[in-house]
């Protein structure tokens, strides 16, 4: 009896440990010609064309079934590429560069996200209460700046707009927070000032926030600030789904560009942003082309501050 | 809730009453201190901008679809914490060999928070229901075991030795003996995994972005819609009252009969 019950015990102790969730499901199945791609993303404006190319069909008519997988933490995407739980990812270029000077297998497939170049009309900049004594970036320096990421394209952009001011970058304090505290933190106080984007950047503005430096202007005339990519296996593995990803995304990046009304109307789809902001937030521009002198310029800003731990080869990264 | 003691203290009104009056003085706060200035509106907007978020989140599909996915997550997780956890206890509990054997393993895993596990959940499910899943077992899990310890541990040894005289088998001394003696345990078990569970569910799809209610709050907080992100956690909060409801009535039904229940005065 006693050894019956040991038994027992024994295989449910296992099956208790294991039971606890159901099997992932993989994407990339082929069915019918039809390939099924899942994409990490991050459900913010820059990534509006892949839902509207998604609702004008330019996947599907490319035999691709599209599943846009909105985790929150953008961090979960490179490891979800990697790992084959989403075929295809978004993310901005220095956290792609992190990733490759780690050796992490991957290589960007289509431009993401690119600045206007408009100093003031941007979609990400440094901004400061209305009675803040910080009036240009140069009055930055020594100051707390709160950023959503440390050691990551924030700071750099901003080190660099304090430099190109002509203030000292190394003093700047860099706090991190995301972006949906900061609209509370700078106007308690917390921070001098937030490297925001939209539409926090709009909701900053509004409430009387001033911009101070147009961080992706700054740094780069017509900075690329991210992109879609994949994992190097999928690439060497299935060359042709990943062209005609590419060329997808490349349509939706066109349609976006030209029809900014259909863009903010894409929103209330995925976001939750209310119909006065979606109506005034400045939005990004979606060129095809990944600018290569400005991702060139943001891993030498990069390998300056020392977010690095070698210097990024670009040759692999970029297509 | 709705019972009270025989001796307990004085009591000031019906507690149906009292138990309405309390969210009602809370919403009063919510709506004042942003009314008075005493809170910046734009970070903690008025009960009634909240409210009237919540109607019109509550007019749409998504909103229902999320509610949907959290309730399933969280009644899955549940079962399966609450079935594995009954059926390890009971083992554990009735094999003294095996109870030592696992008792420092049980006090070294249970006080890990889940939360810990998002990475390895993530890496093992992605982001979709079987990562929630498994924050909400792991969790869960641990509460239903350790009340069912406690309960097979609470067998009166000379009825469970009287059983063996008269010799029952195995299953008749769980079933006759062990069962009913560790029953309430597992009651308070599972009602303490209701809501742990719950939280863990929300948690999960916050931080993971698995779909849910947690996410959908994510994705108000990302797009600046505040008293639309007061509006869910509101839902989350109303969901746990609703939940720890339906387990104490559950569980006075069930045990009507135990001396633990029966003990009580109902109002």
């Known amino acids: 009896m006693r050894r019956l019950l040991a038994g027992l015990a024994a295989v449910v102790l296992a099956g208790s440990l294991t039971a606890c969730g159901s099997d992932g499901d993989q994407g990339s199945t082929t069915e019918g010609g039809v390939d099924k791609v899942k994409v990490g993303i991050i459900p913010i404006l820059d990534v509006a064309p892949i839902y509207l190319g998604q609702k004008q069909g330019f996947f599907a008519s490319r035999k691709i079934e599209l599943t846009l997988e909105a985790g929150q933490g953008g961090a979960a995407i490179v490891p979800g590429v990697v790992s084959d739980q989403f075929q295809f990812g978004f993310s901005n270029l220095t956290s792609l560069m992190i990733a490759q000077t780690k050796n992490i297998p991957i290589k960007a497939v289509a431009a993401g996200v690119a600045s206007t170049g408009e100093a003031g009309k941007d979609f990400g900049a440094v901004v400061v209460n209305a009675a803040s004594p910080i009036k240009t970036a140069k009055d930055l320096a020594g100051k707390k700046i709160s950023v959503n990421t440390l050691k990551n394209i924030g700071d750099t952009v901003t080190r660099e707009s304090v430099r190109k001011a002509g203030g000292d970058p190394a003093t700047l304090n860099f706090v991190e927070m995301p972006f949906p505290n900061m609209p509370a933190a700078l106007a308690d106080g917390q921070v001098d000032a937030a490297w925001v984007v939209e539409p926090q950047l709009s909701t900053i503005k509004a409430a009387g926030g001033r911009e101070v430096a147009s961080t992706f202007v700054d740094a ?23 062209g005609r990803f590419t060329e997808a995304v490349n349509e939706s990046l066109t349609y976006a560009d030209s029809h900014p009304d259909e863009v903010r109307a894409v929103l209330a789809d995925y976001t939750k942003i209310d119909e006065k902001l979606r109506s005034s937030l400045v939005l990004p521009k979606w060129p095809v082309q990944i600018n290569e002198a400005s991702v060139q310029t943001l891993s030498d800003l990069g390998s300056k501050d020392g977010i690095f731990t070698g210097a990024p080869d670009l040759e692999k990264l970029l297509p | 809730m709705t019972t009270a003691r025989r001796d307990g203290p004085v009591r000031f009104g019906h507690p149906a009453l009292l138990g309405v009056a309390g969210p009602a003085g809370l919403l009063l706060v919510m709506e004042l201190a942003p009314r008075l200035g005493l809170i910046d509106d734009r970070f903690l907007p008025p009960a009634s901008r909240v409210l009237a978020a919540l109607a019109t989140e509550a007019g749409t599909a998504a909103f229902w679809t999320a509610l949907g996915d959290t309730m399933l997550a969280w009644a899955l ?45 993530v890496l093992l499910y992605g982001t979709d229901l079987g990562s929630t899943l ?28 009287t059983a063996r005289s008269f010799r029952f088998s195995a299953w008749a001394r769980i079933r006759y003996v062990l069962w009913p003696t560790a029953l309430p345990y597992v009651f308070t078990g599972v009602r303490l995994a209701a809501s742990v569970a719950l939280v863990l569910a929300i948690t999960a799809e916050l931080v993971i972005g698995s779909p849910g209610l947690g996410r959908e709050i994510a994705v108000a907080q990302a797009s600046d819609a505040v008293p639309t992100m007061y509006a869910l956690i509101v839902v989350t909060g109303v969901l746990g009252v609703l939940i720890n409801l339906l387990a104490r009535t559950g569980e006075r039904r069930l045990l009507a009969w135990h001396q633990s229940v029966r003990g009580e005065v109902t109002v």
Not at chain 1, 220 to 242: G, I, Q, R
Not at chain 2, 85 to 107: F, H, K, M, N, Q
Request: charged content about 10%.
């Open chain 2, 134 to 161: 498994m924050l909400v077992c792991y969790a869960a899990f641990w509460q239903v075991l350790v009340q069912v310890l406690y309960g097979v541990a609470d067998v009166d040894p000379v009825a469970f030795e």
């Open chain 2, 77 to 121: 997780g549940l079962a399966i914490a609450a079935g594995a956890g009954v059926l390890a206890g009971v083992v554990i509990g009735s094999v003294p060999v095996l109870r030592a054997l696992t008792a420092s393993t049980v006090e070294f895993l249970r006080p890990i928070p889940s939360v810990a596990l998002i990475p390895l959940a």
């Open chain 1, 220 to 242: 780069a005339p017509n900075l690329t600030v991210a992109a879609y990519f994949t994992s190097t296996k999928l690439l060497e593995s299935n060359p042709d789904l990943v």
